[in-house]
């Protein structure tokens, strides 16, 4: 079967094998590969990119994954953690001007215990009519329940990679193991859950990447974000080549088309790299775009990789401009909270 069947087969089925994603990544028939892609994309999400608003709240964390400029072993990094109002307030601004959803991230920070937590929830919601999305890493099964009482809507939990003996060895505090219990967990108390994986893992190959999209599917995701390894100084893998920009766009294509309805963004990390990669993702499947709210005095401290020197503006202009951009590349900005979309 050539590449253009298989596309088709698994756009008409939602199915897929390991050698079918495979030989998809491997080829270098990339046209018709976006092609349907976008076709998928434009069928079950129409024109619309959801604009969400992130606020990375503190940069402590307890992991030692070997990518992340965040970890724990990273002693040349200037830590922060917001205080609660000054997160509500950041999330009330980001709402007054139009976001529909917030995205409260942070390191693995045990400082913000499960109350505090609660407590961001509940005077978060208490704006209007906001979904919240929490990434605060693996916590009890009690936390995910309490903050879904307290209306949390969605969770974002990558699982970076399907390589069970890989990702035991780039997390040393943790295991693959634990990380599907608590996306499990997260689909079991209903949130919209969201995973997803890094392109360009040293000890990764396009086998592992085909697993990676596969999970997803098993999952049942919502969301899922797929963005490109970039190798951050101060850790162990500072050393190592970034990820291929274009085999990311290629594996979010492959998602897109098997996975139909899933939330897919144009990651910060594929921009991060190449400008142009954003476009690029909002033509191979994209349907999201994520950008901070928090303050600039600490977007540049939640180092999880390198980026460039961040220029300070107006949050209403930053939001502006984007607007902009996706009106110029024929999109249009979602006017509602963008919950997960059921299958047509």
């Known amino acids: ?3 253009k069947s298989i596309i088709d087969k698994i756009y008409e089925t939602s199915e897929a094998t390991i050698d079918e994603i495979t030989a998809i990544l491997a080829s270098k028939e990339t046209d018709y590969l976006f092609s349907v892609a976008d076709h998928t994309r434009k069928e079950y ?5 959801h604009l969400r608003g992130i606020i990375e709240f503190s940069n402590y964390c307890r992991c030692e994954c070997l990518y992340c400029g965040i970890r724990c072993h990273n002693r040349s990094l200037q830590r922060y953690r917001m205080e609660l109002d000054e997160i509500v307030e950041t999330a009330k601004a980001a709402y007054e001007i139009g976001y529909k959803t917030i995205i409260l991230q942070s390191g693995e920070d045990l400082w913000y215990t499960r109350e505090k937590i609660s407590s961001l929830i509940r005077r ?7 979904a919240i999305t929490l990434s605060l890493g693996e916590r009890d099964y009690e936390d995910y329940k309490q903050w879904k009482q307290d209306g949390a809507d969605r969770y974002l939990l990558k699982h970076e990679t399907a390589d069970e003996d890989l990702y035991n060895r780039l997390h040393p505090h943790s295991s693959f193991k634990k990380r599907l219990q608590c996306l499990r967990w997260l689909k079991k108390l209903g949130y919209q859950p969201g995973s997803g994986f890094m392109i360009g893992l040293p000890g990764q190959n396009l086998t592992t990447i085909a697993k990676d999209i ?9 969301m899922a974000g797929i963005g490109p390894f970039l190798p951050h100084p101060a850790t162990p893998l500072g050393e190592n080549h970034a990820g291929s920009g274009l085999l990311t766009l290629k594996a ?3 998602a897109r088309i098997l996975l139909k309805r899933t939330h897919l963004p144009a990651t910060t990390a594929l921009e991060v790299q190449n400008r142009n990669n954003r476009e690029n993702a909002f033509h191979a499947g994209a349907n999201v775009i994520m950008r901070k709210v928090q303050a600039s005095k600490y977007r540049q401290l939640y180092d999880i990789y390198p980026k460039k020197s961040i220029v300070e503006k107006d949050l209403k202009q930053e939001k502006a401009e984007i607007e902009s951009y996706i009106q110029k590349i024929g999109r249009q900005i979602a006017d509602d909270r963008g919950d997960a979309i059921p299958l047509i």
């Open 45 to 49: 999400c129409k024109d619309k990119i």
């Open 1 to 3: 079967m050539d590449i």
């Open 124 to 130: 978060i919601k208490a704006l209007g009519d906001v």
């Open 252 to 254: 979010l294509a492959v």
């Open 214 to 222: 596969l999970l997803l599917k098993e999952l049942d995701v919502d």
